[in-house]
């Protein structure tokens, strides 16, 4: 028998599969209303939370970072339970996690670039920029990645935040990466990095770039770094300054991009160029695999119905000599065995934030999606908290039409049994504190904000240690 769930005899009990900020703003909102009881399990694949602010953000944006203190302040709620070092699929299935739950939350994001299709986009030499990023924050699952820095030019493919990140940590001098919390890995390859300019490729004009006014105003303190940009690519068509006439924000991009156009080359050791309404339509090999070139076609813009202004190529083609190739086109998300995916969009497939099938639409009772899972890569961090939000107020909703977990399987300790029986190490948020705190005091003694622990098997021991230490000697 299973009584109704929510009361403070039998709270309601949800599983949070991810523990970045949509996963975090969702299990706020869970515990900040009043209506229900609730007991909530926040399972992630790695022993540390923070998801993309860990993993995503660049490593010399620690304001940025500071959100993870709200996210501390949720977790210290004695209603929530962290589990990382758990990872759905091959350590509980997804029959097996709706045994434990009456409710689930997807907040799993999207973790692979989208392609360019073009030919010789698999020559080495050739990333996805998530895994470059990955590759520099420490991310355990990337830390084994190798980037040949020995080249001299490096062509960024889109002009998102992700792909301006990438551009400026390439262009950053050792002492400017130093300072941050960049990963040790990372930072040896980077201080004998031979690349001297990093060309940013957009197939749209600069009025349609997609990154904020501060990751383009923050390149004007890099301290070995030129912005180069040809003061002509800056003039719109007509199209375009009718597009932004109300739009402060991109008005302000372009009064930026003129700024760094007028200064020009100041003969710095690197340079950051910015190439408008081009778009790579073939990557070249040397005859060995390695990329040594990208062909690149001019665009023109034109309205469509919508009034979206798109790009088509005109025929007029060049080349640009670059050894490295790293694309940030936008991104999507993985399926889930059991979950249904929405595989042409690259989400969890949902009707508003409800877990539905793709074809019928048909509402997957108990289960739910948030953040760019349930989206799409779209927004900043802040974006997620009314995302989230949204979700919640659907599955408070839902509450009295549940069919619960039988009582004995909805216990909290039913699920750590579980982990138990399958011998699985999983880490608490107890143990992550210990393992931040060894982070924190490791930077403090090398004038950084934090060294990171890159592996798992690093992390794990670096927990027992640190509760070794802990425990008194006799």
């Given at each position: 028998m299973s009584a109704q769930p929510g009361t403070p005899a039998r709270p309601l009990r949800v599983a949070i599969i991810g523990a970045g900020p949509s996963g975090f703003y969702a299990a706020q909102a869970l515990l900040k209303q009043k209506e229900y009881q609730v007991?909530?399990?926040m399972i992630d694949h790695l022993p540390t939370p923070y998801g993309l602010v860990r993993y995503g953000v660049a490593p010399d944006h620690q304001k940025i970072k500071a959100v993870t203190r709200l996210y501390d302040r949720v977790a210290g709620d004695p209603r929530l339970r962290f589990f990382g070092h758990v990872t759905m699929g091959p350590d509980?299935?997804?029959?097996?996690?709706?045994?434990?739950?009456?409710?689930?939350?997807?907040?799993?994001g999207a973790q692979t670039d989208k392609r360019l299709g073009i030919p010789g986009e698999d020559l080495r030499g050739s990333h996805p920029a998530t895994e470059f990023v990955a590759w520099y924050n420490g991310h355990p699952d990337f830390s084994d990645r190798t980037f040949d820095l020995s080249t001299e030019a490096v062509a960024v493919i889109g002009v998102g935040n992700v792909a301006m990140d990438v551009a400026r940590i390439l262009a950053l001098s050792p002492e400017e990466l130093e300072r941050s919390d960049i990963a040790d890995h990372a930072l040896l390859a980077l201080r004998s990095s031979r690349v001297k300019d990093i060309?940013?490729?957009?197939?749209?004009?600069?009025?349609q770039v997609k990154f904020t006014n501060s990751e383009l105003r923050e390149l004007a303190e890099m301290e070995v770094t030129d912005v180069i940009i040809d003061p002509a690519d800056l003039e719109l068509d007509a199209h375009s300054q009718a597009a932004i006439a109300a739009n402060r924000g991109v008005q302000t991009n372009l009064e930026i991009m003129r700024h760094y156009a007028a200064i020009g080359d100041t003969h710095r050791?690197?340079?950051?160029?910015?190439?408008?309404?081009?778009?790579?339509?073939e990557i070249i090999g040397d005859g060995q695999g390695q990329v040594v070139r990208v062909k690149l076609e001019r665009n023109e813009l034109y309205p469509t119905e919508s009034g979206y202004l798109a790009s088509?190529?005109?025929g007029d083609y060049e080349t640009l000599e670059v050894g490295m190739i790293m694309r940030s086109i936008g991104?999507?998300?993985?399926?889930?065995?059991?979950v249904p995916f929405h595989e042409?969009?690259?989400?969890?497939?949902?009707?508003?934030?409800r877990v539905s099938q793709y074809k019928s639409g048909e509402i997957v009772p108990g289960e739910y999606v948030v953040g760019w899972a349930k989206r799409g890569p779209t927004g900043i961090i802040g974006t997620n908290k009314p995302d989230s939000v949204a979700t919640v107020r659907h599955m408070l909703a839902d509450v009295p039409t549940l069919q619960p977990v039988p009582d004995s399987q909805a216990d909290p300790l039913a699920f750590t049994s579980f982990l138990h029986d399958r011998q699985l190490r999983y880490v608490t948020w107890e143990?992550?504190?210990?393992?931040d705190a060894a982070e924190v005091a490791a930077g403090e003694r090398r004038g950084r904000p934090r060294v990171k622990f890159v592996t798992v098997p690093d992390m794990l021991a670096a927990i027992d240690a640190a509760k070794a230490a802990q425990t008194p000697h006799r």
């Open positions: 007991s909530v399990d509980i299935s997804h029959e097996e996690l709706k045994t434990y739950y009456d409710q689930i939350v997807y907040a799993v060309y940013v490729i957009a197939r749209r004009g600069p009025a050791p690197k340079n950051i160029h910015f190439l408008f309404l081009r778009s790579p339509v088509r190529g005109i991104y999507r998300g993985q399926p889930i065995p059991g042409r969009w690259g989400i969890i497939s949902n009707t508003e934030g143990e992550w504190k210990l393992l």
